[in-house]
């Protein structure tokens, strides 16, 4: 499958090159930045914490997430469950909606990303208080006289 003596996906790219001329790159262009913007404007309405590449740095159809963290291990499993599609790239997350995407897609990725990523902090910041509390507790306890290890 997909190999170039495949026929039948010649015809359907050729038909689907035809398809999108007929509405223009311009309007093609317009649409999945679009599309990019309203899912940029709800992840920074909704606090979410990700880094986003200014406009002049990336392509209108891709929105390249980076996360201060670091990106979760399971976060493009977490959002493929949620119905979000998206590829990890060098420790980023890849965003590229298509023309077939409407505004009700990128209202569902940003609510994917942020109850995960939300969640997520708040998850660490728990484990780190917790963290905090227990050294506090041992430095609490420890010894008068130092304690010899040999």
């Known amino acids: ?19 999108i001329l007929s509405w223009g790159l311009d309007a093609v262009r317009e649409r999945v ?6 899912i940029e404007t709800g992840l920074r309405a909704a606090n979410v914490p990700v880094e986003i590449l200014r406009h002049d740095l990336r392509a209108p159809n891709i929105l390249s997430l980076g996360f201060p963290d670091g990106m979760p291990h399971d976060l493009t499993d977490r959002l493929a469950a949620a119905g979000v599609h998206a590829a990890a790239r060098l420790g980023r997350l890849r965003l590229s909606p298509h023309v077939y995407n409407d505004e009700e897609d990128c209202a569902r990725c940003v609510k994917a990303l942020s109850d995960f990523l939300h969640y997520t902090r708040s998850h660490r910041e728990a484990e780190f208080d917790g963290l905090t509390f227990m050294l506090s507790l041992i430095h609490i306890s420890e010894p008068t006289r130092p304690l010899y290890i040999s």
């Open 1 to 19: 499958m997909g190999e170039r003596d495949f026929f039948v996906s010649l015809d359907v790219a050729a038909t689907s090159m035809e398809l």
């Open 33 to 38: 930045s679009m599309l990019t913007t309203e």
